[in-house]
């Protein structure tokens, strides 16, 4: 199997443990509160993390070589769970991931500012696009918008600035690093807030939270295997099995069957991600001609 064959499995196998990650919590989220299941989630997470890195480099240093970046990121990815946790147990899956699946063209967006990478006029007619696809997806003239398509935009654009910064510390920083901080981060916050509202938990719960933590944590080995083995433009596309897999399992679990105009949107913005992907590499084919 050459490494593009096998970049493409690996990210399949990772983004399918994903969806059923976001599985995970649209059902905790369906006896608790959206703090609790932030909670269970990282205190479920937080051993296989550990228990990978003591496996992996037991001796490796923990302490950031980038602490400014590192904490900015924390702070991230905190706001960003919170975002995306409510999304996940109020709304249903396929208008999360309609929102969500619009992080490719946020990136763009941001990274303008941020990195100084300008959007050229064939980007800006995709990005808008990419963008009418949520409108048609969303339908907001007969969907009642809600908090939690408010948390969605909020946390698409939350997840749009933790990759652009894992883009700058992703070379500098130990894999421990960039997985522990955030998680342990995510249990501190999330474990002062339970003082306050925690309700007594079944065991199912946490078996469905051990799951959640496994899977996480294995999708990010995968997807990191992925990215070394081949590049971006053969693993950043099976992003978008995403929404295959966690369609079956909400109908499957949930009994949620996306819309035909949740379908057609949401089709729009994958195939505006996909252009905005091979615009960027005729970009950077031009500049690095062979």
Known sequence: ????????????????????????IKALGQNMSSFQVMF?????????????????????????????????????????????????????????YAVFFTMPLMITLIAWPMLGEPIDPLRGVIILVGFGGVLIALQPGTTEFQLGHLTAICGAVTGAL?????????????????????????????????LFIWQPISLTDVQVGLQMGFLGTMGGLLIIAAYRVAPSIVVAPMQYSQIIWASALGLIFFGERPSLMNAVGIGVIIAAGLALLFAAGRTQDARFPA
């Open 1 to 24: 199997m050459n490494s593009n064959l096998r970049g493409a499995f690996l990210s399949l196998g990772a983004f399918f443990a994903y969806a059923c990650t976001d599985v995970s």
């Open 162 to 194: 933790n990759s652009l910064l894992l883009r700058k510390i992703g070379h500098g920083e130990s894999s421990g690093v960039i997985l522990l901080y955030p998680t342990l981060a995510q249990f501190l916050v999330a474990g002062v807030v339970m």
């Open 40 to 96: 269970l989630s990282a205190a479920c997470t937080l051993p296989f993390v550990l228990a990978q890195i003591l496996w992996k480099t037991p001796r490796v240093s923990l302490w950031p070589r980038m602490p400014g970046m590192t904490l900015a990121r924390i702070a991230i990815s905190l706001i960003g769970s919170a975002f995306v946790t409510y999304s996940f147990t109020h709304l249903p899956l396929a208008q999360c």
